[in-house]
């Protein structure tokens, strides 16, 4: 199976800031990638598919980048309402994958 | 309204079985897979296998063979989520969910909650 290691696990950040989590891939998955936000109660909601399109209706200040093993989630100015646990999740191999989550809170 | 709806939590006791269901509307249910997804109690998500509405056919990821079936009732465009012989480490909320791939569509139910207590 391909392992998602997510960093950093946790964050503390305050309202502006920018923010990157990162997702590597124990071997390469081209750009099949997406990236999810949860909040707590609340089911994901995918925010980037295909590593770096945007999904419909989320904020431009997501944003995805990265191809093979290495990616990247930016938020470029961060919101109160973007206080969540994110996670990246790879489909290019059977079977799908998640990274161990990223858990972004308030500084 | 694209949508999939689960059914309401449960509370079972250890060796019970549980189904859980997950209601499709507002798409063609047979386009996409249906994939089910776990999340322990303040753990992170963790996939659990998938199932081609069209065929029937089930592909389930480690761990999650022999007690867990997925099934289809594609006249009401629902699927469904059975486990047996329940443990407690069985507690979680259990999705749906519909994860197109290299394209927009994305959608989760809004989650079942497995509880699993003597």
């Known amino acids: 199976d391909i392992q998602m290691t997510q960093s950093p696990s946790s964050l503390s950040a305050s309202v502006g800031d920018r923010v990157t989590i990162t997702c590597r891939a124990s071997?390469?998955?081209?750009?099949?990638l997406g990236w999810y936000q949860q909040k707590p109660g609340k089911a994901p909601k995918r925010l980037i598919y295909a590593a770096s399109s945007l999904q419909s209706g989320v904020p431009s200040r997501f944003s995805g980048s990265g191809s093979g093993t290495e990616f990247t989630l930016t938020i470029s100015s961060l919101q109160p309402e973007d206080f969540a646990t994110y996670y990246c999740l790879q489909h290019n191999s059977y079977p799908p994958t998640f990274g161990g989550g990223t858990k972004v809170e308030i500084k | 309204q694209v949508q999939l709806v689960q059914s309401g939590s449960e509370l079972k006791k250890p060796g019970a079985s549980v189904k859980v269901s997950c209601k499709a509307s507002?798409?063609?249910?047979?386009?996409?897979?249906m994939n089910w997804v776990r999340q322990a109690p303040g753990q992170g998500l963790e996939w659990m296998g998938w199932?081609?509405?069209?065929?029937?056919?089930?592909a389930f990821a480690q761990g999650f063979t022999g007690r867990f079936v997925f099934s289809l009732d594609t006249s009401v465009s629902t699927a469904y989520l059975q486990i047996s012989s329940l443990k407690a480490d069985d507690t979680a909320v259990y999705y749906c969910?519909?994860?197109?791939?290299?394209?927009?569509?994305?959608?989760w139910g809004q989650g079942t909650m497995v509880t699993v207590s003597s």
């Open positions: 199932i081609n509405t069209n065929t029937g056919n089930p």
């Open positions: 507002g798409y063609t249910f047979t386009t996409y897979a």
């Open positions: 071997q390469g998955i081209r750009n099949d």
């Open positions: 969910a519909v994860i197109g791939l290299a394209e927009p569509f994305d959608i």
